[in-house]
């Protein structure tokens, strides 16, 4: 009687072990540099970076080193897998007080339904879990287009999708994000998207999602200067409109000594196209710390200073959104006074998006 | 020269260490148990935890625990120190991949201003910062209330609220909190807290700050189902207003079996005390995932059954909010298909505020 319990728990065991192996066979993993990319600037040699190190010189260190980081791009793809899974491998482990680990080095999956993009679900991270995670299973199989951002403030070095071993996994034929129009959105974290709850709701990804335009997330975490290298960069970089938020991280002094030349410098460069210039999200501990309030009132009179002396110059195509419509009066839209939540990004999205197609003459 | 220079640094280098010792002997930490305390259910033995040793026996091992971290608890005081600082203990290092560090471990700040409460800033936590962390300075020195939210994913043994060496740091006289109406909220991670960006935008959090009641968070992530231990316990703990969201957890089966003699305790043991069921949000991963699909809509109709059965029985007093109503129809509410970001805490807030006032007959 227990050698046949025993017999019954060895053979239970071995179909477990065999049912677990076909399991993981009939995953096949695919490397995502052969699917479609999209919210880059340009071509680069590591196809998970935002610039590359034939553009990045003479551009300051800090700048450099976060162009690494894979913000605002994602992979477009198509499949009748009714699983997702991903391995990526990740350069160093990042802890950050203000992001959670989905934002700054997991993954975050949305599908195209009904004309609209519309959330999945997330890979999460953590200390050896980036070889072999999960982010849906259970679904239907019919053929669906999806979008996979990448890390916000992480690099990417590897990143492959498994589907089931039988599925088709290739480009979509009709993306979901196009280049038709291209947003160049060049500032500080708050572009980068600290601190969206994951990679999907940093604002560069929501304008990209509401309007079906490749929008390029240039955000440079506290890095955000208006150095010359930037305009002179930023002016190879093809583009419908460029959003210039970048008036957080200079001070007063840095901004009135460069953001005139700097935005003339684009302009000149690209005479058509146009120039949306954004002041600072008010600071929101600056309501209650003096000094605080009273540098990002100076920021934004710098910038205000500069709008008008351009616009007196008789430039043309420069629009300007004030602090005040950027994310609500409650006060409520940041996590640590500067850096916005998703309810900030959301708002700071419906803000900036009515610009947008104003400033590209569509609807 | 060179000796008068190496002089002239040294005696630099001088001040600057006695200004240092100044600045830090200026600030003096409080214990802040001396100072008011609110989102407590009942008085504890430890007081930074939500439930006493006396009150957990019978409990589920995993409810007692989360019984120790702090949700939803905040200390109330007054100052007129132009800055604030913390000192606070941690029983353990926490990793949550869908939790910023602020909000599972940090503090956040809130002051009144003309009548409402008014985000301030967090203090942000990591290996040992929490020793002597500045929350905000460069204030005006008024007398003002403030507001300090407790860790939503991790305990509290000791805490300290630093001001300046010559400040008045009291208990309010008028609490902008107060006990006249006393909320009382049993549920699962989504009323715990996960995943606010920061203490202060836990639903629970937001409901008491729009209507200045005593709302106590007893929320247990992963651990609401509706244990007989629970209900005993809930009955005893006063309130002007039950709202039970502890239908993400249990199974369908289970909610089958323990929601109606759940709630049918609660209601014979507080027989005027009106009671808030609400379904569960709906899993915004169950749109793709078929199997949570399935899931989540059969634990909404277990809870509908039990409430529709209790109404029929002659129960009053009991409201009902579906799933629907939560956190509106973008999919963009969540981190990862169930836990809310602060999009989704505000918009639950929003929908159930106005049963809240319905059901305590307040305009």
Known sequence: MKIAKHKLFFTAAILLMVHSVRSQDSIRYVDAATLLMTGKAKTTDSIYQRIDTVDTKGMPPAV????????????????????IRAK??????????NMTPIAHSGLDLYCMKDGKWQFVGVARTGKGVNQNQLIVHHMDSSMKQFMLYLPLYNGVSELQIGVQNNAVIQQPGKPGVNKAKRVVVYGS????GASASRPGMAYPAILQR??????????FSGSAKMEPALATYLATVPADCYVLDC???PSPEQIRERSYSFIKYLREHQPTIPIIVVETVFRQNGYWDQKVGKTVKEQNNEIRK???????????NIYYITTDKLIGNDHEATIDGIHLTDVGFMRIADAILPVIKKALKEK
Not at 210 to 219: A, K, P, Q, S, W
């Open 247 to 249: 008036i957080p991280n």
């Open 64 to 83: 450099i080193n976060l162009s690494k980081q894979s913000a605002g791009i994602a992979v477009l793809f198509e499949t009748n897998s009714t699983l």
């Open 306 to 316: 500069t709008f008008e002396r351009l616009q007196k110059e008789g430039y043309k």
């Open 210 to 219: 509401r309007t079906g335009y490749d929008v390029i997330n240039l955000g």
């Open 88 to 97: 990526w491998n990740l350069p160093k482990e990042v802890y950050m007080h």
């Open 189 to 192: 974290s708050v572009v980068q």
